[in-house]
């Protein structure tokens, strides 16, 4: 019974594997445009996300999340595979490959799917593989409604065709108020739709308490991971401008922060070292304001090192290397208590009754009272669920 509820999970992962397989085939066939980084990058998030539902099938096979996991790793393989299919077959060796039309409205949607798929169901019925509560079902049709009008959209518009040899025979013109209803309209309602998915993490989150409070926290990490990889992109190009980062390297970028998000589910939903998320955003907290501080501390002192020495003096830079490693440690100590206090208020609270019961220790000579304390101290850091103390006569 067990390996007939696993097989449609493998089937799914071994068409990923296909898909993707193919799509790499056909981007080195006769040199295909773009980066090997960018495809490296999304082939990497797609066969994650892949893996981290099939894992979750296998694991709880009735599980929706696994299932959502799994149709969006399917969606964006196919999309990709298309694509490709479509750039070799136009641009690469023209002619060499029988396409279409309908093709092209496939490959456009299907990647349209998986994007609606992760940013709004996903979303909706993390971590239970159910509604937050039965109010939140207009949320989920209007979602299904959204891509409904966003294919229609594909079926009837341009934007899939821009820049191929080829038009949409069903194409309406672009002020047409049907295109309108289903291109445009489709696009807004799935924006409100993913805000409003967002809306019902948080809306979990506040009622949530233990495991389910400890998994939400796992896909905000992802979700954090992913906004720093954005923000680090977009801040370097109005700092160095577009040509000091290539498009490929914004891409690899932002896909190796996507594939956090499939990896925190993962984590979340099998349990895998759940409760140690805590310590993992105290400590990402901690080191990314210190490694923030430092490199204020580089560049200010090598600037104003810079400007009192000589321009090709080497000392600014040693001394400026100097200062930051003596500051490390320092910092780093200073950083993580402030991070404790704001962020792991209980490890902050048990490092005080650490510290006071050492220092009582010094000068305790009562072993009755001693061993008093030590339970104390055991019980309000530890918390255990029973404690005894054997002294050995």
Do not use: C
């Amino acid at each position: 019974m067990r390996r007939f509820e696993s097989w449609p999970t493998w089937a799914v992962l071994g068409l990923v594997l296909a898909e993707s397989a193919g799509a790499v085939f056909l981007a080195t066939r006769g040199a295909a445009p773009g980066s090997a980084a960018t495809a490296t990058a999304t082939l990497l998030f797609v066969l994650t996300t892949a893996t981290v539902g099939a894992l979750i099938g296998l694991r709880r096979p009735g599980h929706r999340i696994g299932w959502l996991l799994r149709l969006a790793a399917f969606s964006f393989a196919t999309g990709a595979l298309i694509v490709t299919y479509v750039e070799v077959a136009f641009f690469v060796q023209p002619g060499s490959l029988p396409v279409g039309p309908p093709l092209v409205i496939l490959g456009d949607w299907i990647f349209g799917l998986g994007f609606g798929i992760s940013a709004t169901y996903l979303l909706l019925l993390f971590p239970t593989g159910r509604l937050p509560s039965p109010r939140w079902r207009p949320v989920s049709w209007l979602a299904g409604i959204s891509l409904i009008m966003m294919l229609l959209g594909a079926l009837l518009g341009t934007s899939a065709f821009e820049g191929l040899p080829i038009d949409n025979p069903l194409a309406m013109d672009s002020s047409h108020p049907v295109l309108l209803l289903f291109e445009g309209g489709g696009f807004y309602l799935l924006f409100m739709t993913m805000l409003a998915s967002v809306a019902s993490l948080v809306v979990r989150y506040r009622s949530s308490v233990g495991e389910e409070r400890q998994q939400l926290k796992w896909v905000a990490f992802g979700v954090v991971i992913l906004g720093v990889g954005v923000a680090a992109s977009v801040l370097w190009e109005l700092v160095n401008g577009t040509a000091e980062l290539s498009d490929d390297t914004e891409n690899l970028v932002i896909a190796l922060s996507l594939t956090m998000i499939p990896v925190s589910i993962g984590v979340a939903i099998l349990r895998f070292r759940l409760y140690d998320i805590d310590r993992i955003i105290s400590r990402t907290v901690s080191y990314g304001v210190v490694v923030a501080l430092i490199a204020a501390v580089f560049f200010g002192s090598a600037t104003l090192l810079g400007s009192l020495l000589p321009s090709d003096s080497p000392l600014s830079v040693a001394a400026s290397t100097l200062s930051v490693a003596a500051l490390f440690n320092p910092l780093r100590r200073r950083v993580q208590r402030f991070v404790d206090k704001l962020f792991n208020r209980s490890k902050y609270d048990a490092g005080l009754t650490m510290d006071a019961f050492s220092a009582r220790l010094r000068t305790e000579v009562d072993l009755d009272q001693l061993a008093g304390d030590l339970q104390t101290v055991a019980a309000e850091t530890m918390q255990p669920t029973s404690l005894a103390l054997w002294l050995r006569g």
